[in-house]
């Protein structure tokens, strides 16, 4: 079953108290809701999820320990939308955890993993018409070597992308061992033997298809505007680039405009409204215990005014 990476550093930083109102954007099979559930007696939960396996999965979960929460259908770029249409203009406490979950992973037929025969697809919100299956089989060639280098960091990404375009002229290219089998023509021995050498460009056409990195943009700076003063926001990231994101992000907004730093006296109205609170990993033994955590991180900020 899915673990949730660094739980106890995020209920310990998100500062949770009985009647806090805290956002989940990231649901999953409810590893984090659960937890922060049942520390909000008198608050409330709301979760975000597109995934309605993980949904149905989560309900069940989160029924058995309080009724205090609601389950959002919907992107979490969506947060502030949505939370708008119920009144809630703010909160005090935001999480994101932006993984794939195991599950997603694990299934063979969603099409997530390079290990598994399956319909290349990836998508997050099935009812999405775009799946990895017209990315691979339309995108030319300066696109697809494009997000193989900008989001897998795939150092043969034009060898591998020629090879698609190649392929996919004698007939489309429709699963993922197929495209598998591609990626590992495309590159020279001794990188088939480091690592698997599909990892980095599935891992690229799953944030394309679910255009992961906009979307988490818009969001985390919308989750700024919801926070109240000393509410926090978590976010863990298994990636350099949403990582970049947000520690971009909360720089902007937790440190003194530049040409102001010389000032003697700076102004109230321009004092950073946040500050950074922690940056953490997870520690020795939680790596020993999961072993999917060895990326991550976790980034917290907190509203001061």
């Known amino acids: 079953m899915h673990k949730s990476v660094l739980l106890e550093e995020c209920l310990e930083y998100l500062n949770i108290k009985e009647e806090s109102i805290i956002v989940d954007c990231t649901l999953g099979y409810g590893g984090h809701s659960s937890n922060i559930l049942k520390k909000i007696k008198r608050g409330f939960l709301f979760a975000f999820d597109q995934d309605d396996e993980a949904i149905s999965y989560s309900k069940n979960r989160l ?11 919907s992107n979490f770029e969506n947060i502030k939308e949505e ?11 935001i999480l994101y955890d932006i993984g794939v979950s195991s599950p ?9 993993s390079f290990h598994k025969d399956a319909r290349l697809d990836m998508r997050m919100d099935k009812t999405k018409e775009f799946s990895a299956y017209e990315l691979v089989n339309t995108y030319e060639y300066k696109d697809l070597v494009r997000i193989f280098i900008n ?9 591998i992308a ?10 489309p290219i429709e699963t993922t061992l197929e495209l598998v ?7 020279p021995e001794k990188y088939k033997r480091e690592k698997h050498p599909a990892r980095k460009v599935f891992q ?4 394309e298809v679910n255009n992961e990195l906009g ?6 700076k919308d989750a700024l505007d919801l926070i109240d003063i000393n509410g926090r926001i978590c976010v863990i990231t298994f990636h350099s680039l949403e990582d970049k994101i947000c520690k971009e992000i909360f720089k902007k907004v937790s440190e003194v405009d530049k040409n102001l730093k010389n000032m003697p006296i700076i102004p109230e109205e321009y004092q950073p409204k946040f500050k950074t609170i922690a940056n953490i990993k997870p520690s020795k033994k939680e790596l020993e215990e999961n072993p999917r955590a060895r990326s991550a991180k976790l980034r917290v900020i907190e509203r001061i005014r």
């Open 83 to 93: 939370l708008y249409k119920r009144n809630i203009k703010t909160v005090n406490g």
């Open 181 to 187: 089998e591609i990626i590992k023509n495309s590159v």
């Open 63 to 73: 029924d058995k320990i309080s009724e205090n929460y609601e389950i959002i259908r």
């Open 104 to 112: 997603q992973l694990d299934e063979s037929d969603r099409g997530f």
């Open 215 to 220: 979307v988490f943009e818009k969001s985390l």
């Open 162 to 171: 020629k090879k698609i375009i190649k392929e996919r002229k004698n007939k």
């Open 151 to 159: 989001y897998g960091e795939e150092k043969y990404a034009t060898s």
């Open 204 to 207: 690229a056409i799953r944030i």
